[in-house]
């Protein structure tokens, strides 16, 4: 049997709030920022920067490239955060998940700013243990490193931790870590599209998380 768990680490964007970021208007916009900036064209918003990322760090570049390229990401970030709205139980799914001795963390590929705009306002700041983003780490998922760093500050080994997100992207990056992944319906990908790489839980809602995390410690 699985180990249960001891934290529960969570995605931002369709996860704990809905998603709203217009991706086909992005992604068109930083493929032509990409472009102008050397660097490849293919993948998502987030294969685009990791590419990217990977070959500014060999160039000692990264910096440059966070400056030239971040304020890009940014402006799509505050102009979804306009329209973010908590998904339902979010906030009671955070307490009874401390209520419960369930240690909570977020990683997101939205940066700081926007998180940190919304989130005492719907009531999610309490008591994440760790809070990554994407000004804090080099890649984003679905590469491993801010899920990675996440459970170097809860203490926790990868095993023992429940990633729950919205999106293919989110599996990948579960599996990346060797965590599990719950994946919440009504995100940015539909439920047909994680045929080929299914997640270890399909929910509903968010109340379910908490049934599966606490169940597990019982």
């Not at 102008?36 to 990322?53: I, P």
Request: proline share 5%; charged share 25%.
């Amino acid at each position: 049997m699985p180990p249960p768990f001891r934290s529960v680490v969570f995605d931002f964007e369709g996860t704990l709030v809905d998603f709203q970021w217009r991706l086909e208007e992005a992604e068109a916009e930083l493929r032509s920022a990409f472009a102008a900036a050397g660097h490849g064209t293919k993948g998502s918003y987030a294969e685009l920067w990791n590419a990217a990322a990977d070959r500014a760090a060999s160039e000692q570049q990264l910096d440059a490239l966070r400056r030239a390229l971040y304020p890009v990401y940014d402006r799509w970030d505050a102009d979804a955060a306009t329209r973010w709205s908590p998904r339902p139980g979010a906030a009671a799914l955070l307490e009874a998940l401390a209520a419960g001795g369930v240690a909570t963390a977020l990683v997101s590929n939205c940066g700081r700013a926007a998180i940190d705009s919304v989130l005492g306002r719907f009531g999610l700041d309490r008591g994440f243990a760790a809070l990554v983003c994407r000004d804090d780490v080099r890649h984003m998922k679905p590469r491993a490193e801010g899920l990675q760093r996440a459970l170097v500050q809860l203490a926790v080994p990868a095993g023992e931790a429940l990633f729950v997100g919205d999106s293919l992207t989110d599996v990948r990056a579960a599996r990346a870590a060797g965590m599990r992944v719950a994946i919440i319906r009504g995100g940015e990908c539909a439920d047909a599209e994680f045929a080929a790489l299914p997640p270890d839980f399909m929910v509903s809602r968010l109340e379910e998380v908490a049934a599966l995390a606490v169940a597990a410690r019982a």
